[in-house]
Nanobody, 131 residues
Framework: DVQLVESGGGSVQTGGSLRLSCAASGYTYSRYCVGWFRQAPGKTREAVATFATDIASEGILDYADSVKGRFTISKDNGKNTLYLQMNSLELEDTAMYYC??????????????????????WGKGTQVTVS
């Protein structure tokens, strides 16, 4: 079974930083699409950042406009862990953050604009509160 387990959430003041982690089991991050989504109270879940690995094993990163320049997605294939470094946090970043991964045979685009269409697996989420 595939399991994605997020950690690193918490409470932070405006302008602060957090780093989220997502450890995978039963899944290999070195291939396919992975990413982070978030859902604020009363709002729909939205894509924050995605990381696609193409045929040449080159990474293609994409970010929501609201986080560009502040958030960085990365992964450690050796540790099978996905990260989201969040800097200059704003009140509007308060949300539950979810790790996501595509099915192994998925050919769907995992650009941020694609939303959740490409997601096959979800983590249970980690809460980020900015005050």
């Amino acid at each position: 079974d595939v399991q994605l387990v997020e950690s690193g959430g918490g409470s932070v003041q405006t302008g602060g930083s957090l780093r989220l982690s997502c450890a995978a089991s039963g899944y290999t991050y070195s291939r396919y699409c992975v990413g982070w989504f978030r859902q604020a109270p009363g709002k729909t879940r939205e894509a924050v950042a995605t990381f696609a690995t193409d045929i040449a094993s080159e990474g293609i990163l994409d970010y929501a406009d609201s986080v560009k320049g502040r958030f960085t997605i990365s992964k450690d294939n050796g540790k099978n862990t996905l990260y989201l470094q969040m800097n200059s946090l704003e009140l509007e970043d308060t949300a539950m953050y979810y790790c996501a991964a595509s099915y192994p045979d998925s050919t769907r685009s995992c650009a941020v604009v694609a939303g959740e269409l490409w997601v096959g697996y979800w983590g249970k989420g980690t809460q980020v509160t900015v005050s």
